[in-house]
């Protein structure tokens, strides 16, 4: 699998924006904000890097709570599968649990995306490849 971005949490987007703009990063699109998982994102890249910021709107966030935890930094890779079924149950059996079910993730373009997590390295997320 290839990787398509590195996840990064952040309390102020738009601060955050800013500065990764002063390290050589380009904003690739506008901010979105997805009302299903209460947070804001937009994606950077710098040559080959992409990275996806994630914001939350407020303490209900699916990243409320990791904010609060980690503050400002990276919290997941993502992978890009062309077979996403059948690599989600490959990595069941190599021992990831799921821990956010497959959904659209409105800020990847409506792609399907899923969550899992393996005690050896942490959290990372799958996205459907469209072909």
């Known amino acids: ?26 904003k690739l699109d506008k901010i979105v904000y997805d009302e299903e998982r209460k947070a804001y994102f937009c ?20 990243v409320g709570n990791l904010i609060k935890r980690y503050g400002n930094s990276p919290y997941h890779i993502c992978y890009e599968s062309s077979d996403f079924e059948e690599e989600l149950k490959k990595k069941q059996q190599e021992g990831y649990l799921i821990v956010q079910m497959p959904a659209i993730a409105l800020a990847i373009g409506n792609k399907r995306v899923a969550f899992l997590f393996h005690e050896e390295i942490g959290l990372v997320e799958i996205v459907e490849k469209h072909k």
């Open 43 to 62: 994606f950077m890249q710098n040559d080959m890097v992409q990275v996806e910021l994630v914001s939350p709107k407020d303490k209900t966030s699916v």
């Open 1 to 26: 699998m290839k990787i398509h971005h590195i996840g990064y949490l952040v309390k102020s987007i738009e601060a955050a924006i800013q500065e990764f703009v002063k390290l050589g990063y380009r």
